[in-house]
């Protein structure tokens, strides 16, 4: 987003599936907890003993089958089946997982109690994002929903002359259809949804927007931009004098302006209405508090040249995408974000998460390996169907840790919970000690 | 960077460690392989097989000693010794992880061979980074050097008008040496360099400059920055409306202009001078085209609006990141980035990295956790004067893969290394099939 | 641009007005010197003295017709007749204004050899913009040429909730029609050609883009913007928190990344080859250095997160915008650009200009002051279907100062150039007693 | 800004001239008009007919002396007195001028009751600036402050080598003294107060910071820095490739993210508290709607990835420089700003504007042009000390400005003021008909 209206009305019909989109209203108003009871909380909540581990395992268990790798009890993984993932593979790198949950979510693709696995070696950071869940559950969810889902590749053209340049973009463009087919030959999961172009002198830039069906899609994308490239450069009506199948304006693998708005992968929005009582409650801070430190903090970002502002949303997806085999690369971009938290006019406190550049996948690339496999299934977003489930649950965990952090700063609580929870066993008080 | 003359003039100081900067040059120069061979390349090259890596790993525990937790041997961690680094713990995400070597460096932290292990799910990515660390030994090695040190936290300050915002921030500039002692009075590691002021009408924000030793130190800078700020308002000669620790200007888990320019974390680059013949017969392309390659994605990437330009870095820092404990989430930061590609004078490749933003540690934190360990001892980075030499060995692998991705690209071989190593075994051949 | 490519399709037929779109190249190639003799250069050239003043005066009115008010010969304007220019009026701020030329243009809307009216009270600007008019022009002409036309308004819409919004937002495209009418009903010169749509959380912000004839625009946007809001306030399906016709997102009077890649008023680009000899002869100075010296200058404003990248393009726009009776505070969006400067694979120099947010206009606004209009008159620009060869014409200008300024900092002369022209009569060697 | 601490502390030295720096405070409060009142509003207000002007002119001129030009009864200036300022002389492109106040500010440098010229062929701007600063005016006033002075030159250097870069880096900062030397032996009003390095792989970008008093000073900051670099080639302990006096870091003629945050020119902030009768009355709105409105704005600039984020600053600072005199293609890098609308605890509105890249003089350049002298007479800002007078007028003006149009925007009288004003003598009602 932006996105051209004609692009726009395709969407909201894909998302209200031939139903009136007002239908979308009820899906995404609050559950309140009075009237639809959550599930128990996660239980041994913050113990890292080995007691507490055994019974959270039981419990995810009993609600999503077996986890073998991540309760240890797994087989080692024969190297062979690591092919497409590694190479030169000498084992595993182990990152430390823990869960949370249940985080209530009014969404279009989520839509229920989830359970989150995350995968952090930063004290400090579950029980963050716990004591957010707890309370957007308290509230009777978050509402979320994912709407524009396309992955650019961004080949680019020099011809001699400016002259040549506009003579092979006006042919490119109407073309369109052509390269429509040349895509669907290369993929059964992708469509190619959009084609725009950007005229620079002597050079031509062609961005195509393709839908990716429930992978992350990069290498899709590669694939069919490869074979557009070879269809363009065979029958363009101009010499070339040089083309790359990528000019660095998909946005790949970087925070870019222009992803931002245009969403690359999935765009997700989370919001959550908190009644004032449980702000202040919970909090330990009043929701004017809240709002005036969200206006210092988007001032904050503004100054610093940021592309988007929010507070630390990199922490959710880093941590989730880490849990279920995502390309934790791509936090690079998918981190880019804007948050919003202001006082509603019946004085309770609103905020929301938008992440425009969601490149996530619930099949192919990292989710087939075992640990990922059994948070993805904790999620239950494993396969098909899951990708903009999986979107729509991180932006609501996204949401979560908005909300904690913007409370314990205004608090004063941010730099305690680091104190208390970001230390080894036997760290002495000096903060410093431990040289984190 | 930029950084003002007398900070710079303390740097070198302590870079140059008492001698001549001159002596820096020797220490910098290309080691050509005729002369210093280098050690032999990883065993079992891309091979994912079990042999292949038993061969590696043989060969890495030979050079730095037992890799039990590698290879599989280790015994299953202790959740209680994960306190500190999770909380509601349930099991261990895990990573695949490769290696490739060695990596000619020619630094002033790093200097020697290096054998570098890479945990991604992400198929190709060895392998490039692989092909072009080949590459850059050949050439000699990358020159590295880390320069300016430094994590920030920015508190914020809001009055009732500009005029005591003013007279705040003219008296807070005053007791610079008080807020040093207080700093250093939370921390033995830790060292208050610089504190920055930023008028923003009735708002006042100090951005405090710490080196922080061979920790990432986010925990260090909170901590003192709170006994600052505790110091700050139990003094101020006016009445402070509202404050918080952090106000969004630090930079912390997200990529900024301000930190791009300014450093966040450690400073690195890396060059190197590939000479004409070698690019020619290894890349498959001339200095020349990639050159004009890099024109045009930088062109691209100004386009597009992101903050610094580069290729994919985020790739380097992310499996470098998750194979050695960092804190994976500040990818957001690390991975912007600056690169350069130029034809010499004399008709050879000359290219460039520089990594602003490198948040990273060799104490604390995920690095105590088994594997990041062992990955750290196969880096030699384990520990106390760790984290510089690991800030240059980022920038050299992320020079490697910028000169291999370029290369791919204007070879036409980009699209190709995807398909044939981005595929799960005994997947067919239309790209699509793996749904990556 | 980036437009989406059923855009790009009906632009390519609009600038085509049904030819081959490859006729342009023939409009846009050099015209040499040897064959087509460009007409004098304007007589007098530097010299501020009186007489030097009439030879121009008398020069350009023999080419169109008579300049009163430039001369100093016009009636003093009445103010009732600057109703709808200014309120409170007390006078003329008089800015000197120069001329150069010819310059060679050989665009789609501007095709001849121009004479360039500037007004500016910085000394030497003329005469660099003259030196590189002269070298174009010497070269065969800069190819130039407008493409994309587009002004926006982007009013703003706030719900009580994200679904509101999106119920809004998919009912809101699916008038796009109605919406074209609306528009339609409020301006004959006006076409709203495009809508875009931003969904951000519980706000929705519609983007509206209209081709605006030949007048810049500004308030044709707006008054059928609020056409259009009425219409959508008055039939929305569901209820509106809070609206506004404006919601910053139009990028109206400031750079913005959106605006640098969309499109604001007009594309315009030029380029340029200049044959080898003519740059060593003219600027004394190698293509190789002004392209070096052109990567320097990216690198320097990548690093300092400018939009765009550019020497000084501001000057050739607030001085062609100041004559020409522009709006001129639209310079904090038209002078972001996007510049290159190579060495082509004949050892010649390229070099061109991208203009992407040239907000202009030949009718309305400050078109209709007296000096305005014989500006325009000498430009040949005057009324309708001036816009686009005024753009085409500024892009050439740009081109013409960014090549002039590159050479003189590569040849050392830029200080000089300073030294000399940019003092008052009478002022010493000491550059800073001006205290300019 | 933000500034290194021992800047900060020089520059509140040199603010608060040896006083408190609390004195401050009371310059900076509100002059209520209950007990200082105003003097008379401007007469003839809106009107441009004859008659208003003459009255206009004629209270202008009781207040500050003959103004001759503005009247029309000024000789005609001889071109020979325009060198310095224009080549190629042809006549005077003559812009309509207004005029607005009393403005009320409280500031350092500029304290008092101003009429403030504007110079524009836009209509309904005059009358939006008079509305506001009515509204200020009657609040007691602006307060205002100009902190940091500093005009950059941005020198790069190559090398061959980063380690070759280093050392001269490390030499360059050591010199700083001597080059405080060379820069005084070149002007006797600027001074060398900074000097920041950037080590950019083998370039090294030397960030050089002038006081240029009261002049605009780009040009002394050229010649400073040019005898700079000749001292530092002639000294350098290494060998240069190549060097350029302006590597594009220095933010000239452009936004820049660094100059945004460093100050380029004078960094002038204003800002005011209007009691909640006063908006309601005057502007026809809340605060609470303008305060909502403005975080739209925000969240709609940021959206659009702007350097800072306010309303329309550039139209303030395009008007007031083009009536003083000043170099109007800088308002590309002075409109970069930062505005602020909030809800008081007591419920009355706060706005501030933020200006941190305002070049501007009032010594040398077009300042001495007859009418621009005549202008800056009636700001009592002509010469010595008037510069910090002119950035806080500039300052408040802009704040005017963004009061008036977040109100007209909020009431929905954008549009119509534009519809009332902005049309010539005889349009029609449709207001595309004057085609603006």
New interface residues.
Partial sequence: ??????R??EI?RRL?KGNE??A??E???PKPVESEQPPSV?P???????D??AR??EF?EERCGP?P????RGE?????????????????????????GPLRINGLHANGDYYV?L?????????SY?RGARLITLAGGA?A?T?VEQVQR?P?F?FA????G??F???A??E?ESLQEVAAS?????RLV??????????V?L?FDFHT????????V???T?AICHHLVEHT?VPIE?W??????S???????????DTRGR?A?A?V?IPRALVQSRLRATPE?IA??W?????????????????????A???LF??C?Q???????A??A?N?M?VTETGDF?A???LPNLIL?T????T?????TE?LRILDCLGDGGAPRLAEITASLALAGEVSIAAA??S?E??RA??Q?????G?TH???????
């Fill in positions: 987003m932006p996105i051209p209206y004609y726009a009305v909201a209200s989109v007002s979308l209203r899906l995404l108003e996660l041994g909540d913050r113990h890292s003993r080995a507490g581990r959270r395992l995810l986890l790798y991540l309760s240890g080692e993984v024969d190297p062979e089946d690591l092919a497409g993932n590694i190479e030169n593979y000498i084992g595993m790198a182990c990152i430390p997982t823990g869960a949370i696995p995968a952090t070696s930063e004290g400090a950071l579950v029980a716990s509402a929903i709407t961004a680019g020099r002359t400016m002259a040549e506009i003579q973009a006006a042919w463009v109407g369109f290369r993929t059964r999961h992708g959009d084609m725009r172009v950007q005229l620079q002198a002597n050079m830039f961005i069906g429930d992978a992350a899609g990069q290498n899709m590669t694939f069919c490869t009506p040089h790359v199948i990528e000019s660095n304006m946005g790949d693998k970087k925070g870019t302006s222009l992803s931002f708005f765009h929005t919001e209405v508090q005036g430190y206006r210092m903090s988007l001032i904050g970002g503004v100054q610093t040249g940021s592309i988007g502002v929010s507070g630390h949303v990199a922490n997806i880093t941590a880490l849990a085999g390309d934790v690369a791509c936090v690079s971009e981190s880019v804007l919003r202001e609103y929301s998460v938008t996948g099949v192919g690339g990292g087939r390996l075992p640990t990922a948070c700063i205004c004063g941010f730099s680091h104190a929870l970001g230390r080894p066993p760290a000096d903060g410093s000690d431990n040289g984190g």
